[in-house]
């Protein structure tokens, strides 16, 4: 079992001491030879504009999408679940592995960035303390789409079959609970 | 400092990218078609700062809104050291980010900014472990190395870079006594001197910043530890801006693989003239301790 981190940009490193602590091995993935070398993939937080840009650049988009059709479990974390949304501000989006709508920056600038208290019933936990940054705000657009966690009415974490993604960054806390779920998928 | 988990999260959002100089909305657009993750708007870049020898002030608001209209990834802006009531105007008009920055003219000569009680997150500049604890302590939430803006010449940002490397390599070997005899010396609370100590690291983001000039450069700086690169004047004052952008973020990305650097070195015109320490009147990084 290897565990993928989408190294273009980002915070993928921060994933790191979670997967350490669950005992997985792991591999900074920057070309489709990486691709291949993997059971599951995380797309990081970080600028979603420049992960884009570079998974196309590099040739890695349809090979990706391939891998996630092909049953590949993949996690967006906040600028990743951008990456693998079917809409972006209305318009088609990168990869468009999960049938959500999504708007980026819908809650604000920095200065608008929260920090939420939210319920997670899938881990019995309440007052979950979700970070969220120039968040992205989801819509659900097919009703296969499960919502584990809502802020507000707006799901904050998603899942569909083996993608899952989350407008928070839960690899800035100390807990692994979502790192443990991402690798039972 | 409510907002501190938030925004040292936010600055890890930065990492293994590259924050660029930019002084108008169509170099706003060209940073952020190359692959920028962030851009600094400013009115002038270092290079022309220092030529032109006069004082230099936080930009134009209206200057500063045009790029955060423009484009979708964060807006940095420049602050003058010291001058809080700069960094007060950037926070209301909702600015991402907030450097206190050596390139323009020192507000205070004696403090720097008292970052904590601001909700905006801060980057400032350092030259070795000392400056960086005093900044982390104000309440930055991201530092970098002050190198020599607008010079082309990337030795003091590797000497900064080494500086603080070797500080940290240091405190590992210390007992107690030595730890607190430091945390006086640098002016610095000694449990945020033992923080650091058990990390290795800075308990920050830390950048490398200041005569970036060439992919090789910013590769450099990435093999010597930095979490990402910020480029100012090396874009814009070399000939072809837009590739010399793209070539940049993608030795960012592909530091450790020296047949790719190849790949993306080739064929980039001149990059901006540089100078030597021995010509400079003005030594930027002299400026706020």
């Given at each position: 079992m290897k565990v993928g981190l989408?190294?273009?940009?980002?915070?993928?490193?921060?994933h790191i001491p979670h997967f350490d602590h669950l005992g997985v091995a792991h591999t900074i993935v920057r070309d489709n030879k990486g691709l291949d070398e993997i059971d599951c993939l995380v797309i990081p937080g970080g600028e979603s504009t420049v992960m884009s840009k570079f998974l196309k650049e590099f040739g890695m988009l349809s090979h990706l999408k391939d891998c996630i059709a092909g049953g590949m479990p993949v996690w967006g974390v906040c600028a990743g679940s951008i990456l693998l949304a079917e809409t972006v501000d209305g318009e088609p989006g990168?990869?468009?592995?999960?049938?959500i709508k999504i708007t980026r920056n819908a809650y604000g600038r920095q200065i608008d960035s929260r920090r939420h208290l939210i319920d997670i019933p899938l881990f019995g936990r309440h007052d979950f303390q979700a970070v969220f940054i120039r968040a992205p705000r989801i819509e659900v657009t097919d009703n296969k789409v499960v919502v584990h966690a809502v802020l507000g009415e707006d799901p904050v974490f998603v899942q569909k079959g083996s993608v899952m993604a989350t407008t928070f960054h839960p690899e800035l806390n100390e807990d692994h609970q979502f790192h443990e779920y991402f690798l039972s998928l | 400092m409510a907002r501190e988990r938030l925004n040292k999260g936010f600055a890890e959002m930065f990492k293994n990218g590259v924050i660029m100089d930019v002084t108008n909305v169509e170099q706003s657009r060209i940073a952020e078609e190359a692959g920028a993750c962030a851009v600094m708007a400013l009115e002038r870049v270092p290079s022309d700062i220092r030529s032109d020898g006069q004082v230099a002030r936080m930009s134009d608001p209206a200057m500063i809104q045009s790029i955060m209209d423009a484009v979708t990834i964060p807006v940095m802006a420049k602050v003058r050291i010291g001058h809080f009531m700069e960094a007060r105007i950037l926070q209301a008009m909702g600015v991402d980010f907030v450097d206190e920055s050596e390139v323009l003219t020192p507000a205070d000569e004696a403090r720097h900014v008292?970052?904590?009680?601001?909700?905006v997150p801060f980057v400032c500049g350092a030259r070795n472990l000392g400056e960086a604890l005093r900044r982390i302590d104000e309440g930055a939430v991201m530092v970098r190395t002050k190198?020599?803006?607008?010079?082309?010449?990337i030795v003091n940002a590797v000497t900064h870079s080494r500086a603080i490397t070797e500080e940290l390599q240091a405190l590992?070997?210390?007992d107690e006594h030595q730890l607190s005899q430091l945390a006086g010396e640098m002016r610095v609370p000694i449990l945020l001197v033992k923080e650091t100590r058990d990390l290795g690291r800075l308990s920050v983001v830390n950048f490398a910043a200041g005569g970036i000039a060439t992919p090789a450069d910013s590769a450099l700086m990435m093999a010597m530890g930095s979490d990402g690169v910020f480029v100012g004047s090396g874009i814009f004052k070399s000939e072809t801006p837009a590739k010399m952008a793209h070539a940049i973020v993608q030795s960012v990305i592909h530091y450790q693989d020296p047949a790719k650097l190849v790949e993306i070195s080739k064929g980039l015109g001149s990059a901006m003239i540089g100078l030597e320490n021995s010509a400079l009147d003005v030594k930027m990084a002299e400026r706020g301790v």
């Open positions: 989408l190294g273009l940009q980002g915070a993928f490193l921060d990168t990869l468009g592995s999960l049938p | 008292d970052k904590s009680q601001f909700e190198g020599e803006a607008g010079t082309g010449n590992k070997g210390m």
